[in-house]
């Protein structure tokens, strides 16, 4: 599973835009660490975001429930700040502030 939602994430980044629900909820969710992967998707340096983010997933139980609740919420489950499952049950908010709420 650990591979599975890393490699999510990283196609999530490299596929997305600024301002996507995705992206930012993933942007939020890694707070400072964010630029990071980032550099590393821009680089084209998969094997390092690979082993990085698994460092950070293994360090981090809350952050990989997190994502892996955003990951159920792809593609036109996400709009704007608001996430969806079966287009009308919300899952989760992104909030002004660039926190994700799973509720």
Sequence with gaps: MPLELINFVYDSI?????????YDGIKALLGV???????????????????????????????????MALKVTTGDNVHGDKITVNGDKSIGKIGSIGTLHIS
């Design 33 to 67: 660490s964010f630029g990071q992967f980032l550099g590393y998707v821009k680089n084209n340096e998969q094997n390092k975001f690979q082993e990085r983010f698994l460092e950070l997933l293994e360090s981090n139980e809350e952050l990989k429930n997190k994502l």
């Design 14 to 22: 490299a596929n997305s835009v600024h301002e996507n629900g995705l």
